[in-house]
């Protein structure tokens, strides 16, 4: 039982370059996440899928996009990297109180970024 | 809006002392309500949550948090601190829409 697996773990890009990183999930969870962390900050959302076939912004979403592929699998994408997207990524997923035994997030190990 | 605050950047608290984090937010309906922990180079690991019912819930590692409705909080307790539990604690909020403190950076004096 793998739990949430993301890849890259880490990348290091140059500006306006573009990657994706996959992130799934073997837990049959509905809710899946994409977070930023930056030292101070905490841990920013950037983008949720609370179903598959759903995505919803959340606090900071520019500059990024997301697919949910499937019910497991959820990427984010970076179009046009710029060095404020070097950050520490994770990616989470958890069934919403109501929708299955936990609302508890389930993290992936986390994805290091470096944008030159 | 949605949002949560941790007013407190970083604490200090000697080994065996009390520990009270805080933790306000902000949410349009009945919140669900998390506290993580994140060691040095670690990921996160749930330490509470509370959904509904008793307002006092209890965690790992010796940790319990109060949920109080009028002042919009849910602070983090324990009643004896340990070295170990120096690390970074997170508040959250949400149900579909999950969102973070800035977290508290705890300090433990020997």
């Known amino acids: 039982n793998a739990g949430v697996t993301q890849n890259p773990k880490f990348q290091v890009l140059k500006t306006g370059q573009s990657m994706t990183l996959q992130c799934a999930q073997d837990?049959?969870?509905?809710?899946m996440y994409w977070y930023r962390q930056d030292p101070g900050m905490g841990l920013r959302l950037i983008y949720y899928?609370?179903?598959?076939?759903?995505?919803d912004k959340g606090e900071v979403p520019n500059g990024y996009n997301v697919s949910r592929l499937n019910k497991r699998e959820f990427s984010l994408r970076l179009e046009s990297a710029a060095p404020s997207q070097t950050s520490v990524y994770f990616c989470?997923?958890?069934?919403?109180?109501?929708?299955?035994?936990?609302?508890?997030?389930?993290f992936g190990e986390g994805s290091r970024l470096t944008v030159l | 809006a949605q949002s949560v605050t941790q007013p407190d950047i970083h604490i200090t608290v000697s080994e065996g002392a009390s520990l009270e984090l805080r933790c306000n937010y902000s949410?349009?309906?009945?919140?669900?309500l998390f506290w993580y922990v994140q060691s040095p180079g670690q990921g996160l690991q749930l330490l509470l949550k509370?959904?509904?019912?008793?307002?006092l819930v209890q965690g790992i590692k010796g940790f319990e948090a109060e949920f109080k409705r009028s002042q919009s909080s849910f602070n983090l307790r324990k009643p004896s601190v340990h070295w170990s539990d120096a690390a970074e604690y997170f508040c959250?909020?949400?149900?579909?829409?999950?969102?973070f403190g800035k977290g508290t950076r705890l300090h433990i004096l020997p």
């Open positions: 989470a997923s958890t069934n919403p109180p109501g929708q299955g035994p936990t609302g508890e997030l389930f």
């Open positions: 837990m049959n969870h509905n809710s």
């Open positions: 899928s609370a179903s598959e076939g759903t995505t």
């Open positions: 949410y349009g309906a009945t919140p669900y």
């Open positions: 509370y959904f509904s019912g008793d307002t």
């Open positions: 959250a909020v949400g149900d579909d829409k999950i969102i």
